[in-house]
């Protein structure tokens, strides 16, 4: 059966904040419990290690943020598009 084409490749794009902001954020959620917490800021440290590429949303406005993810979005979809460089000798 295969691959589907639309996911022969997997590009990863981290959100993130440092972990003060990350803890700040999670204690106002209803439900987040302290140990919820440290799995999340855990999870967040191995990501970080993983995720090459990453945009801070801590210091970012969402505008920001919305405009640097479209701009990640076109460069990928131009780096893993094999006829967006067709005809380029």
Known sequence: MGQPH???EVVWL???CDDT???QRLTQRPGWTE???AEALA???ELREAVARRIDTGSHTPAQVAQLLQV???ETKVNNDPTANAGRG
Request: proline share 6%.
């Open 14 to 16: 981290l959100l993130d």
């Open 35 to 37: 140990p919820l917490i």
């Open 21 to 23: 902001l990350r803890r």
């Open 43 to 45: 999870d967040a440290q």
């Open 72 to 74: 990640w979005i076109a």
């Open 6 to 8: 639309w996911c022969a």
